[in-house]
C-alpha cells in the first residue's frame, strides 16, 4: 500500500516542479541594472566646446552641443549623452536637429533601461514630428522599452512595425528576438517560431540566433514535441559562445529528456553540466534532477548519494522539502526504512508549510 500511495504522489507531481530561475531577457520581474561607463577622450570635445564659448545662443553651438552628445554617446557614456541631448533641446535648434537630438535622446535613454522615459522622448517626438516614421528605428525603440516594461502585446507589434521599416542589420535580429519573446509569451507559439525561425535564416551564424534555438527549444519541450526541441536545443549549444549560455542549455536539454522518461539520457545531460561547470547558476538543479534520475532508473544507492550531496553544497536550496522527500524515496527503495522516516519527520519539522506536508504524514502513518 504504501509504494502506490508514493508512486501516485510521483506521477502527481510536475517534472518541471523546479526549474532554474529566468535570463534576464525573458522579461520577467524587475532588476537592478547597475551600468559602469568609460571615460570619454577630452580632446575629442575641445573643439566643440571652444564653439559654446564663442558662439552662444547660435546654431553652430547648438551643432556643437549636439556633437557633444554624440561623442559621449559613441563612447558608450550613455548617462553623460542624456544630459547633453537634454541640453540640445533645450536651447534654440532648427527643426531638424532637434528631430535628431530626440531620436538619439531615447536611444540613449534605452542603452540605460529607462524605458518609460523612453517611451515618452518617442511620444514627444510624434508629436512635434508628426511626419516621422512609425516604422524602423522609432518602433524598435519603442518595442525593447515595451519589452522590458513586459508589456508584450506592444513589445510584439512595434517589432512588427520595425522589421516593416529601415533598420541596421543588428537592430533587425534585436527585433525578431523581440517579437518572437513577446510573442510567447503571450502564449501564440506559432507566431514566435516564425520570428525565431526567420532569424535563423537571417543570420545562421548570430549569437542572438542561439538565443532563437534555445527560446524555440523551449517552446517546443513545452509543446512535447521531443525530437524538435532536442535538435533546436543542440543547435543552440553549438552556437553559443559563453559558457553560461551553454550550461543554460545543457540544463535544458537535460529537462526535455527527463519529462520526455527518458532518464538515462537525461541524467547524461545534468552530469555533463555538473562535470563541466560545478558551479553553474544550474546546478543545484542539475543536482536535484539527477539524483531523480537515478530513482527513475532503480539506481537506489546513487540516487541517495546525489541528495545527501545536494544538502551540503545547497543548504540554502528553495525546494528543500521537495528534496527531502525524494531522499525519503530513494531511502525505502534502497530498503532503509529508518532513514526514509527521519527524512521525512525532518520535511516536517523544517518546512511545517510544505505542501507535501499530507503527504509526507501519510507515508509516516502507512
Avoid at 116 to 139: D, I, M, Y
Amino acid at each position: 500500500m504504501k509504494s502506490i500511495i508514493v508512486l501516485t504522489i510521483l506521477a502527481l507531481m510536475p517534472a518541471t516542479a523546479v526549474q532554474a530561475q529566468p535570463l534576464p531577457a525573458s522579461g520577467k520581474g524587475k532588476q537592478l541594472t547597475v551600468f559602469l561607463e568609460p571615460p570619454v577622450d577630452s580632446s575629442l570635445l575641445r573643439p566643440h566646446l571652444a564653439v559654446l564659448r564663442n558662439r552662444p545662443g547660435t546654431t553652430e553651438a547648438a551643432q556643437a552641443q549636439f556633437e557633444i552628445a554624440q561623442i559621449h554617446y559613441r563612447g558608450r557614456v550613455y548617462s553623460s549623452a542624456v544630459t547633453e541631448f537634454q541640453k540640445v533641446l533645450a536651447a534654440p535648434a532648427s527643426s531638424s536637429l532637434t528631430q535628431s537630438a530626440l531620436l538619439s535622446l531615447a536611444r540613449s535613454l534605452a542603452q540605460l533601461h529607462r524605458d518609460e522615459e523612453v517611451l515618452s522622448t518617442l511620444e514627444t517626438l510624434q508629436k512635434q514630428f508628426p511626419q516621422t516614421s512609425l516604422q524602423g528605428e522609432p518602433a524598435f525603440l519603442r518595442s525593447q522599452s515595451s519589452f522590458r516594461l513586459l508589456r508584450f502585446t506592444t513589445a510584439a507589434g512595434e517589432a512588427e512595425n520595425a522589421l516593416a521599416g529601415s533598420l541596421s542589420r543588428e537592430d533587425r535580429l534585436e527585433a525578431l528576438i523581440v517579437a518572437g519573446r513577446s510573442y510567447k509569451a503571450l502564449g501564440k507559439s506559432d507566431k514566435a517560431l516564425q520570428a525565431f525561425e526567420r532569424l535563423a535564416v537571417e543570420a545562421p551564424t548570430s549569437e542572438l540566433t542561439a538565443e532563437a534555438e534555445l527560446e524555440a527549444g523551449l517552446i517546443h519541450r513545452q509543446r512535447r514535441r521531443w525530437s524538435e526541441g532536442e535538435k533546436a536545443f543542440r543547435r543552440a549549444l553549438e552556437r553559443f559562445t559563453h559558457t553560461e549560455r551553454k550550461e543554460e542549455v545543457r540544463y535544458e536539454l537535460g529537462m526535455l529528456f527527463f519529462e520526455k522518461g527518458t532518464f538515462v539520457r537525461a541524467s547524461w545531460q545534468f552530469d555533463s553540466l555538473l562535470t563541466l561547470s560545478p558551479n553553474s547558476r544550474f546546478a543545484a538543479h542539475a543536482l536535484f534532477y539527477l539524483g531523480r534520475c537515478y530513482i527513475y532508473h532503480k539506481k537506489y544507492d546513487k540516487a541517495v548519494s546525489e541528495f545527501v550531496a545536494h544538502q551540503s553544497r545547497f543548504p540554502d536550496y528553495p525546494r528543500g522539502d521537495l528534496l527531502l522527500f525524494y531522499l525519503a524515496e530513494a531511502y525505502r527503495l534502497q530498503g532503509n526504512a529508518a532513514l526514509a522516516r527521519a527524512s521525512l519527520q525532518q520535511l516536517l519539522s523544517r518546512y511545517p508549510k510544505s505542501s507535501l506536508k499530507p503527504a509526507a504524514e501519510k507515508l509516516l502513518r502507512g
